[in-house]
């Protein structure tokens, strides 16, 4: 059989080694993600109005670039301008953790502004202060609505994390190509294995966020 080369064990454990920098860049970009998203948000639906212009600012400027386009800024750009050299699996952590801040702000600013304001009022008139009303009135209810969202964001971080091979970080995408260039003389139909095996470690590693999303979602909506 063709395709039982996938099975060989050289093979397997370069394949290994493709998820584990996928899942290191995708895993460090959303920790960055998540802390410096929340941070974000909270200033966007709170900070003062010039604050929150710079945060949209930097929103758009992330939306409006293409991700390969930050990946070529970063990684070619800061070694031209500086004169040192940045390794790519840095440069793709700094890009992914930029991007997905951007995106988790956003998410969770609109977690935050669609708390209804009668509630803030009606706890205010219970007596509570600012502080308490954030912190057992608002947050609780943004958080839950925050969950659905930031965990299709996730799915889709490791999904593009894909871009970084052209970079030169040997993530699974490029591991996959080089297990081609081995095999292809002695395999021609090499490709169709190797591809529709990276097309099924993806779809395992997203397909489970996709599934909790869909079920947060389903629970926790109004």
Request: one cysteine or more; aromatic letters at 14%; charged letters at 10%.
């Amino acid at each position: 059989m063709e395709g039982s080369f996938i099975f060989e064990i050289d093979t397997i454990k370069r394949l290994l080694e493709g998820i584990f920098i996928t899942l290191y860049i995708s895993v460090i970009s959303i920790l960055f993600s998540i802390f410096c998203g929340l941070a974000m948000g909270f200033t966007m639906a709170f900070g003062s109005s010039w604050i929150r212009f710079i945060c949209r600012f930097y929103l758009e400027s992330i939306r409006i670039i293409p991700i390969l386009a930050w990946l070529f800024i970063v990684y070619f750009g800061f070694s031209t301008f500086s004169g040192l050299h940045i390794n790519g699996q840095i440069a793709s952590i700094i890009v992914f953790s930029l991007w997905g801040t951007a995106e988790m702000g956003d998410l969770t600013r609109g977690a935050l502004t669609s708390i209804p304001k009668h509630q803030s009022q009606s706890a205010k008139a219970l007596g509570l202060n600012d502080l308490l009303i954030a912190v057992f009135v608002i947050f609780p209810q943004a958080i839950v609505r925050l969950l659905p969202a930031s965990i299709n964001l996730f799915t889709r971080i490791i999904k593009t994390t894909s871009l970084v091979a052209l970079i030169g970080v040997v993530d699974l995408l490029k591991v996959g190509q080089q297990i081609i260039e081995v095999n292809i003389l002695r395999i021609p139909d090499a490709s169709f294995w190797v591809y529709g095996t990276i097309f099924a470690i993806y779809f395992f590693l997203c397909y489970p966020l996709s599934v909790l999303s869909a079920k947060l979602e389903l629970k926790y909506q109004y």
